[in-house]
């Protein structure tokens, strides 16, 4: 299972650096990668649905062993990872043809029913918490978190009682890089191919973390 987990997830990263490039080349191609339920956008949900099974999974087989701060956390990990998943596919209104209510109508930059393309008093709910967060999360969680664990007694108390999976430096720098690549393309859709290649570094930390025994296989 890790080893095709890391095959998909690999694959994926490669495809995402040359969506990215089409945009210089072969601009039609690109946006049909990029577009709103394109193949990126149904990657992210895919992704963090088997994120959110994988998780499931493992606190079923777990938890009686674990505290009460890791069956938290896990909780978490499992209803968000979905929450995610329902948010990238706008709870299947497309899918289904459902129409969006009036709040979503009036408040959604995209008339569809999820959170994370509203739009209430001039505050983008998408920039200011899926953005800008998810980029404050990036930071911190695939940069600092590794130096802060082997640095820092309180840190790593704290990952180990929450049972936190951190990166390995091989995350660190596929992400970094893929990062500055992606983002070199001039053109907001590009958020969409970093979305996908962000949860699919998160799938391949969580298969094999620095600190092994918090993988989510195990």
């Given at each position: 299972?890790?080893?095709?987990?890391?095959?998909?997830?690999?694959?994926?990263?490669?495809?995402?650096?040359?969506?990215?490039?089409?945009?210089?080349?072969?601009?039609?191609?690109?946006?049909?990668?990029?577009?709103?339920?394109?193949?990126?956008?149904?990657?992210t949900?895919?992704?963090?649905?088997?994120?959110?099974?994988?998780?499931?999974?493992?606190?079923?087989?777990?938890?009686?062993?674990?505290?009460?701060?890791?069956t938290?956390?896990?909780?978490?990990?499992?209803?968000?990872?979905?929450?995610?998943?329902?948010?990238?596919?706008?709870?299947?209104?497309r899918?289904?043809s459902?129409?969006?209510?009036?709040?979503?109508?009036?408040?959604?930059?995209?008339?569809?029913?999820?959170?994370?393309?509203?739009?209430?008093?001039g505050?983008?709910?998408?920039?200011?918490?899926?953005?800008?967060?998810?980029?404050?999360?990036?930071?911190?969680?695939?940069?600092?978190?590794?130096?802060f664990?082997?640095?820092?007694?309180f840190?790593?108390?704290?990952?180990?009682?929450?049972?936190?999976?951190?990166?390995?430096?091989?995350?660190t720098?596929?992400?970094?890089?893929?990062t500055g690549?992606?983002?070199?393309v001039?053109d907001?859709?590009?958020?969409?191919?970093?979305?996908?290649?962000?949860?699919?570094?998160?799938?391949?930390?969580?298969?094999?973390?620095?600190?092994?025994?918090?993988?989510?296989?195990?």
């Amino acid at each position: 299972m890790e080893r095709v987990l890391k095959i998909i997830a690999y694959v994926i990263i490669v495809a995402a650096l040359i969506a990215a490039s089409t945009f210089y080349y072969a601009e039609e191609i690109y946006h049909k990668m990029v577009a709103e339920d394109g193949v990126f956008e149904n990657i992210t949900a895919l992704v963090l649905l088997g994120i959110s099974i994988l998780f499931l999974l493992r606190f079923i087989k777990t938890r009686e062993t674990r505290n009460k701060y890791w069956t938290v956390l896990n909780v978490l990990i499992i209803v968000g990872a979905f929450f995610g998943f329902g948010e990238e596919i706008s709870w299947g209104q497309r899918i289904l043809s459902i129409e969006s209510g009036e709040f979503f109508v009036q408040n959604n930059l995209q008339n569809e029913t999820n959170l994370h393309n509203l739009e209430i008093n001039g505050v983008k709910i998408n920039k200011l918490i899926f953005s800008q967060g998810m980029v404050l999360v990036f930071g911190f969680y695939f940069v600092l978190s590794l130096l802060f664990y082997r640095r820092w007694n309180f840190f790593q108390n704290l990952v180990d009682l929450f049972g936190i999976q951190l990166p390995k430096i091989k995350h660190t720098v596929i992400m970094l890089v893929c990062t500055g690549i992606i983002l070199m393309v001039p053109d907001l859709r590009i958020w969409e191919l970093w979305e996908a290649l962000f949860v699919v570094m998160l799938l391949l930390v969580f298969v094999e973390p620095v600190n092994e025994k918090e993988s989510v296989l195990s």
